[in-house]
């Protein structure tokens, strides 16, 4: 068996010329850097993480304002495409114009009969089913953006400027007036609406007197 010595431990190498107590400091200040090296990776870390949800934001803002503009342009180009259509029809249904007025003039004089009936009341299906409305109707104030007036004349029972005579009717489609309605026009006869309002003032001035209208 072999003894052991008392009072002998072991010691690290310490090379030559060196103070062994220096090994024991050395090792201390190695064990103590490293949680210096830690905090510098994570700063770092942060930094990249930071840098990357800036990145992510202005990327999420550019599709948003990609997304947008392009909505809009989808408006636009429906908003186009639809009034492309209307020009089209509205032009289409002007031309058409002359052939409903001689239809309308031939039912006026019992004309529209046989297969020419037939066809004309076809084609003023079509032309409804496009959205051409028909306007204008003797007794209905004039309205100068809507009417236009080719006579004129005074009338007695007229309290306002009427239209006593639809001489060609009005089309539109929707809001849009592709042809007034061309009408003859009768205003007051000057002078009436005074003897009227006269005439008013004596009857009321009348019943005043008398105690006012009899009661049946």
């Not at 001489?167 to 592709?178: A, D, H, N, S, V």
């Amino acid at each position: 068996m072999t003894e052991e010595t008392p009072g002998f431990e072991e010691k690290p190498d310490v090379p030559s010329g060196a103070d062994p107590d220096d090994a024991e400091p050395k090792a201390a200040s190695e064990e103590g850097a490293a949680p210096v090296g830690d905090a510098s990776a994570d700063v770092a870390l942060v930094a990249q993480l930071d840098q990357a949800r800036t990145a992510l934001g202005e990327r999420t803002a550019d599709l948003q304002r990609l997304q947008a503009e392009f909505q809009n342009y989808r408006r636009r180009v429906e908003r186009d495409r639809v009034a492309v259509k209307e020009v089209a029809v509205a032009n289409l249904l002007t031309e058409l114009l002359p052939v409903l007025d001689d239809i309308g003039r031939a039912r006026e004089h019992g004309e529209l009969v046989g297969g020419f009936k037939s066809v004309a009341e076809s084609m003023e299906s079509v032309a409804a089913k496009m959205g051409l409305l028909q306007f204008g109707k003797e007794g209905e104030p004039f309205d100068p953006t809507i009417h236009e007036a080719l006579m004129h004349s005074y009338a007695p029972d007229v309290t306002e400027t009427t239209c006593v005579a639809i001489l060609q009717p009005g089309y539109r489609i929707g809001e849009r007036t592709i042809r007034p309605a061309r009408v003859a026009v009768a205003e007051p006869q000057p002078g009436a609406q005074t003897v009227q309002s006269e005439e008013a003032e004596e009857s009321a001035a009348d019943d005043k007197e008398n105690g006012g209208p009899e009661e049946g």
